[in-house]
């Protein structure tokens, strides 16, 4: 129950950029607000490589600190996958081993070298699977591992995101979208459920948006009027307490945000 009182530092990881931001204050601390960032060089491979090469320069100053850390994903490090219900999938086994084919249609032998994640879901709905290469994870959780500070979660952004949002949005049916530098990735929900996800890789979001949009519309024969919500990974980077999402107009420009209940 003590670590309810901890600080927590979220720490975002992106090829382009690092970040840290203090999310939480333990309650007998008095220091100020901590955030940093650093912009990370490209052309190490495998792509996560520059940033973890950073990361121990990022939490220099709090590496002594007991405290709880969460690190946020790009979507550049992460594959998703829509993993469908079936009554025939009975426990954690079954579960596993449908996750793992539902990547392995898409992406082959790559997914023996990766760690694989399901959201939660009621009864009869399909879940959200993430997969993240394993290497990484043993990475970040070496860094860590010579400090004080404990890692508590490694989450994709399209997770810290969608679940930061979904409560708040009262459609059926809806285009969840989550964009950051040179990715969009784009949710269909259907009945309330997740039923398609795609990531583009993109050079100018505010020329590409509207055709990407289109293009699912028709494909997917969905309802031109559907809602579409935008989020995007610099919300995440920089605010300790995330910020509400943008509602699109037709032609995909931002029209309003929604609000927190």
């Given at each position: 129950m003590l670590r309810l009182w901890r600080d927590l530092y979220r720490i975002v990881l992106h090829p382009e950029r690092i970040s840290l931001v203090r999310v939480r204050r333990a309650r007998s601390s008095r220091a100020g607000e901590v955030s940093a960032a650093l912009e990370i060089p490209a052309g190490k491979s495998p792509t996560w490589q520059a940033a973890l090469d950073h990361l121990?320069?990022?939490?220099?100053?709090?590496?002594?600190?007991?405290?709880?850390?969460?690190?946020?994903?790009?979507?550049?490090?992460?594959?998703?996958?829509?993993?469908?219900?079936?009554?025939?999938?009975?426990?954690?086994?079954?579960?596993?081993?449908?996750?793992g084919i539902c990547f392995e249609q898409v992406y082959g032998d790559l997914v023996a070298e990766w760690e694989m994640?399901?959201?939660?879901?009621?009864?009869?709905?399909?879940?959200l699977a993430s997969a993240i290469d394993r290497e990484l994870m043993q990475a970040l959780s070496d860094v860590f591992e010579s400090t004080s500070l404990r890692l508590a979660s490694v989450q994709p952004c399209l997770m810290t995101a969608f679940n930061h949002c979904r409560e708040k949005i009262q459609d059926e049916d809806y285009l969840f979208m989550l964009d950051e530098p040179g990715r969009l990735c784009l949710l269909q929900v259907n009945n309330r459920q997740c039923s398609q996800i795609r990531v583009f890789p993109v050079v100018n979001l505010a020329d590409e948006l509207p055709g990407i949009l289109n293009r699912e519309v028709m494909l997917n024969g969905l309802d031109t009027a559907i809602k579409k919500y935008r989020y995007t990974l610099e919300c995440i980077h920089e605010n300790s307490h995330l910020p509400d999402m943008e509602m699109l107009s037709a032609n995909a420009q931002p029209a309003t945000s929604l609000r927190s209940a």
């Open positions: 121990d320069e990022l939490i220099a100053g709090i590496r002594s600190n007991k405290a709880d850390v969460e690190v946020v994903l790009s979507n550049h490090y992460v594959r998703y996958a829509v993993v469908p219900w079936s009554s025939e999938v009975t426990d954690a086994a079954e579960t596993r081993a449908m996750t994640r399901l959201s939660h879901a009621r009864y009869g709905e399909s879940r």
